[in-house]
């Protein structure tokens, strides 16, 4: 299939939108997702958290919301499959609390974001650990290790 991830970020290091983009490809592989393209945004917190509370009524910080799109894409002829947005502090704190690289957790906030694009979620316990088992299969495929979330 032909997909596209857009990555958007102002203050992360190139190496970073090339983890994020891989992770986004490899998550739509995976998924064996249609033709069509997303967009991964790296923010700050305080974006999150405005985010947070307009679309979640959260008024607090998160490291990663997703906003399922589904539209046709007028540019590639696919489908648009949303747009993922990750507080890079948040990532960061996170990245060092779990003593893993940046990166690895950029890694894993994308595929879970992109998984939440295309319908996946954690609400009960049996969606959790599908959703769960695919982020970390995911991850062993791109080679990136993280403590994942239990």
């Not at 986004?24 to 305080?46: I, K, N, R, Y």
């Not at 002829?77 to 960061?92: C, K, M, N, T």
């Not at 992109?114 to 970390?136: C, F, I, P, Y």
Request: hydrophobic fraction near 45%.
């Amino acid at each position: 299939m032909n997909h596209i991830v857009h990555v958007v970020a102002e203050d992360a290091a190139p190496d970073s939108e090339d983890t994020v983009r891989a992770a986004g490809l490899a998550t739509l592989a995976f998924e064996d997702a249609p033709q069509g393209s997303l967009t991964v945004v790296l923010a700050d917190a305080e974006s999150l958290r405005r985010l947070n509370q307009k679309f979640r009524q959260i008024d607090s910080v998160t490291d990663v919301l997703a906003f399922p799109d589904g539209s046709s894409d007028l540019e590639d002829g696919g489908q648009y499959f949303g747009d993922v947005v990750i507080a890079l502090p948040v990532a960061s704190q996170q990245a060092k609390q779990a003593r893993h690289e940046l990166d690895a957790e950029l890694a894993l906030l994308t595929v879970h974001g992109v998984l939440h694009l295309l319908g996946h979620d954690h609400g009960t316990d049996t969606e959790k650990e599908n959703m769960w088992s695919r982020q970390a299969t995911i991850l062993r495929q791109l080679a990136v290790k993280v403590k994942l979330p239990s």
